[in-house]
């Protein structure tokens, strides 16, 4: 049996959500999450990366201690743990259990003595952690509701302006701003709102709070768009500075003042006199930011996916990745382009990337006149890239613009769920929700044939070397086998329980293997009505996803627990296995000269193996 390994080569995704990226203080790393996983990449090698694994849902937060020493991360689910690694050695140092449903926000100490965790709405604890043993130091079971955010701000200052031992913390949210004192020794924690003015004039939702580099002051970001200046001595607002349209997700307290991120995509710095004198403006709404230890730089995180790194000096910027900010749905090579694939997700875009640079090559987008919403089921590569909508269209995009070339409005209705571009480039081959097959001419986007025998949702399609034959799967539990010169059906393979989820062809066409709810891989024959071999998987585990590569000695898989697992063609055994993603995994297929393997999950995350 032949030797197979999978190790994993890249992977691009990850969450742009609040307090999800970091600047590591080395200078040369970052730190991101991708779906269930905390990774750590390059800022000048995009080859270079490393992920911590332990979560079981997606992370929802995460935090840098200001030496880089530590990471703490925390998910949201039935097991709203929160991890805290050593980063030297990517080691877990300590997991804590106390929160439920979700964790919101976490944050470090200046000392990295303590970590404060708040939890979501369901949840509503406020707990600090002891960094020495992992215990809890003080914890308010009753959170204020609609708290998003905290931030620690050193120690409290006595009437001398001299360190007291109480530490000091401020939390915003729906509420406005809450001023904290913790007493370490005693575990006593105290709280008073953050006042406005006598009229109550300055209410505000808050959205990112931190502390000045002077620790006199406490900025807050507010979903109008404004930020607020808090005085940390009277605990009252005194400034409120307009800084963005559409709202400001993040800040970072910058010198004497502060970076903002507006939801309008711009960046500003503003100074001590609250005055703005430089700024730039991103791709979307900037949701993280994080500062660079010598403060000549800033890395952000948009709203649509990508990473930039800004220098504070020119204003100018550089992407560092680009991902969607959705489940990946579906992923294709091209044999034209063997340096490019596509990939489509229910972030309602289609991308095609650069396998070797790991770029975003093109974007594609719905067309204006789709319904608000519409999201690519399916897709199918070669010089053009062709995806099946939820709103039952078929469309066309550039590969390397991601204009749109043509459509084909309501091609199935209820949704396009599967897709097939036939070999000669003369005809596509589509599936919809309600079981029909529809063949299309790709130069004048005519039906030509309408094949309906299946009674369910077409889940997968393969069209055979010559054209002249194609096969589909259903959730009905049926494979059939079409003449489509004739346009009618010739075989149908029933399997006994549970609908087909992918089907693939040998390549001398004498075989079939399918995948799906029966929790089996099969092998059928043309002259056999059940299968010849059968390979069972796990018991909690269902095929999702099934390619041969293109010298037809390999199989690759997806499952529903996150495995992808290759196969030998020839004998049906089991090459290698590995956990890919944090829950489905949506699709995979081979590279074109089937050295690489490409696999995408609901989780966000498209690996590279």
Known sequence: IMSVALEIDHCIGHSSGPNCLHYHPNGENYIFCSGWNVGIGNLTDTHSQEFLRRHDDAITCLALSPSGKLIASGQRGTNSDIFVWDYDTKELVYSFEEHDYGVKYLA??????????????????????????????????????????????????????????????????????????????????????????????????????????????IYAATTSGDYLVASVKSRHIVHTVQAAKKGLPSLVAYRDGLITGGGDGSVKLFGEDNESYASTTLDGSVVSLSLSQDMLEVIAGTATGSIFRINLQTMNYIAVAESHTGSVIAVAFSTKYPDRFATASDDATVRVWDIVEYSNCSIGYPRSHQPSGSKPLCLGFSDIVVSGWDDGSIIAHDIDTGENLWFIERAHPGGVTAIRLSHNMRFLLSGGVGGEVRLWELRSRELISHLKEHTQKITDIAIFEDDTSALTSSKDRCIMRWDLREERRKYCYTQRMG?????????????????????????????????????????????????????????????????????????????????????????????????????TGLDGAISIW
């Open 108 to 217: 470090f100490s200046h000392d990295e003595r303590m970590l404060i965790s708040i939890g979501d709405d369901n949840d509503g604890k406020l707990i600090i952690w002891d960094l020495s043993n992992g215990c809890i130091v003080a914890a308010s079971p009753k959170l204020h509701p609609g708290t998003t955010c905290v931030s620690f701000g050193g120690f409290v200052k006595d009437i001398k302006r001299r360190n007291t031992d109480l530490y000091q913390i401020v939390t915003g949210g729906a509420d406005g701003m809450y001023y904290w004192q913790l007493n370490p020794y005693s575990g006593e924690l105290g709280n008073v709102k953050v006042m406005g003015d006598a009229r109550g004039s300055v209410s505000r939702n808050i959205n990112a709070v931190k502390f000045s580099e002077s620790e006199e002051w």
């Open 499 to 599: 609908g087909i989820n992918s089907i693939a062809v040998s390549k001398d066409q004498t075989q079939i293997i399918s995948m799906g709810q029966e929790r089996k891989m099969c092998f059928w024959e043309p002259s056999t009505p059940a299968p010849v071999h059968e390979e069972i998987f796990g018991d909690n585990e269902e095929g999702l996803c099934l390619v041969r590569s293109n010298d037809g000695e390999l199989l690759a898989s997806g499952s529903s627990n996150g495995v992808i697992r290759i196969w030998s063609f020839e004998t049906g055994a089991m090459l290698a296995s590995v956990t890919a993603h944090s829950g489905n995994v949506s699709d995979i297929t081979f590279s074109s000269d089937d050295r690489q393997v490409i696999s």
